[in-house]
């Protein structure tokens, strides 16, 4: 509430004699939350609350300029108070794709969804954001080991389990880091992508990197939100890499190696995402994610078994799918062979 009350003194300072409404708006998986401003005429702003002794709006403000000079469609930022945390932006409305996204519209949507991603990849150069380099893409990796297993499943790793394990996630990051590199929004899926007028509001980018091409069509596509027909995300991969590839984004001209690049980025988010949800919860409090756990274990699994490289963590898979969250089972094999190699 002390927040809340400074920051409707800095927008009263801001607009004297113009009375107006302050409302919770939406908070993230950080520190930062969002309040919506509306005025006596209705119009409506975005008040980014990032308190500096935990949140630096910086990385935002620097991505949204780089995202805005590639033509997408970003807040705009209005007023700004750095001291406090404070920047004042545009209202992009309130219906995110996940609310907004039908059977009907899926394919509309998820095409302004590529196109917008494929103006930031053009955008791309490097140096101007931070590396996804191996120590961030192993320091990701190890949430999956230290959050999901040995915290939320409350499994200790034998040694010859964490050796196997580390020697698949050098394999991963070796496929990862050969991977032709981008922009990465690092975050693009239906939560922070708002509905537009035929291009889509473009939220939550302040953790953007310089890192592997086929990320974000991962994050989109293999979103832990909502879940599509296997086919038919093949089928809107498949029009994304023949776009993107006439834009001149450097994906391999063989689909079958982008599509293995893009399956493996996968895996790699899949294990951060399952450590990242668990340590919102054990650590944070947050058990809004707990719920999103089975469909990000089911893209994990599914993924696993494709590939003979990564028998290993399939094998720890098998020996997890026994243990139970408090929503059930996150490991569990959809067919009777899946566990063979155990």
């Known amino acids: 509430m002390e ?21 919770p708006a939406s908070a993230d998986a950080s520190f930062r939350r969002y309040f919506r401003v509306t005025f006596a005429d209705a119009s409506s702003r975005i008040v980014m609350d990032a308190p500096p002794s935990h949140e630096d709006v910086r990385p935002w403000l620097h991505v949204q300029q780089l995202f805005r000079a590639a033509g997408v469609n970003v807040p705009e930022v209005l ?28 394919i509309d949507l998820y095409r302004q969804a590529f196109d917008a991603l494929i103006k930031i990849q053009a955008a791309s150069h490097p140096d101007a954001l931070p590396a996804y380099d191996r120590m961030l893409l192993k320091r990701e990796l190890d949430l999956f080991p230290d959050w999901y297993v040995a915290k939320h499943l409350g499994v200790t790793l034998g040694d010859k389990q964490r050796t196997a394990l580390e020697q698949v996630f050098e394999k991963i990051i070796a496929v990862n880091l050969a991977e032709p590199r981008t922009f990465v929004h690092r975050d693009y899926h239906s939560r922070n992508l708002m509905l537009g007028n035929g291009s889509p509001g473009v939220i939550d980018f302040q ?10 069509a991962v994050s989109l596509l293999r979103d832990a939100y909502i879940d599509w027909d296997e086919e038919l995300v093949l089928d809107w991969l498949i029009r994304y890499w023949e776009r993107a590839r006439k834009a001149g984004i450097p994906l391999s001209a063989d689909f079958s190696a982008f599509y293995r690049d ?23 409090g947050k058990d809004g994610y707990l719920k999103d756990m089975p469909l990000v274990a089911k893209y994990l699994r599914k993924a696993v078994e494709r590939y003979d490289e990564l028998i290993p963590l399939r094998r720890l898979l098998d020996q997890l ?18 566990g063979s190699d155990a």
Do not use: C
């Open 3 to 23: 927040r809340q009350k400074r920051i409707a003194d800095w927008l009263a300072e801001r607009h004297p004699g113009r009375p107006f409404e302050l409302a």
């Open 79 to 106: 007023a700004s108070d750095l001291e406090q945390g404070f920047l004042l932006l545009s209202d992009l409305g309130n219906s995110t794709y996940l609310s907004a996204l039908t059977p009907d519209n899926a």
């Open 207 to 216: 953790d953007a990197v310089y890192g592997p091409a086929s990320y974000d």
């Open 262 to 284: 893009y399956e493996w980025m996968g895996v790699q988010r899949h294990l951060k995402v399952l450590g990242i949800f668990a340590r919102l919860w054990h650590r944070d």
């Open 321 to 338: 799918e026994d243990k139970v969250t408090v929503l059930g089972q996150t490991m569990k094999r959809e067919s009777s062979g899946a």
